[in-house]
């Protein structure tokens, strides 16, 4: 079965840093387009960064640019997003999401709590 799993979320305090990882299974990994989002409940899902195939284009939003950098290893079949400098603001649910032609995964989602 096709599937994501996230992992490395928790609480942090401001200033800190987390290392989120997407395990992807299934499918072939190299080929498709990666992505992370955020959302708060209550709010609209946010996307944060893009890699594209292979990982040489990266866009970030303005809100995490400077601090975030998403990442891939196609060998280990795995996404990352580090995160730096972290801000109250970044707290949210974390989903990995990968998509290529027709075909859409996502993630169950991951915490990050940014809080003194």
């Known amino acids: 079965q096709a599937q994501l799993v996230e992992s490395g979320g928790g609480l942090v305090q401001p200033g800190g840093s987390l290392r989120l990882s997407c395990a992807a299974s299934?499918?072939?990994?190299?080929?498709?387009?990666v992505n992370w989002y955020r959302q708060v409940p209550g709010k609209e899902r946010e996307l944060v960064a893009t890699?594209?195939?292979?990982?040489?284009?990266?866009n970030y939003a303005d809100s995490v640019k400077g601090r975030f950098t998403i990442s891939r290893d196609n060998f280990r079949n795995t996404i990352y997003l580090q995160m730096n400098s972290l801000k109250p603001e970044d707290t949210a649910v974390y989903y990995c999401?990968?998509?290529?032609?027709?075909?859409?995964?996502w993630g169950q989602g991951t915490q990050v709590t940014v809080s003194s």
């Open positions: 999401h990968a998509v290529h032609t027709i075909y859409n995964y």
């Open positions: 890699s594209t195939s292979g990982g040489t284009t990266t």
């Open positions: 299934g499918f072939t990994f190299f080929s498709y387009t």
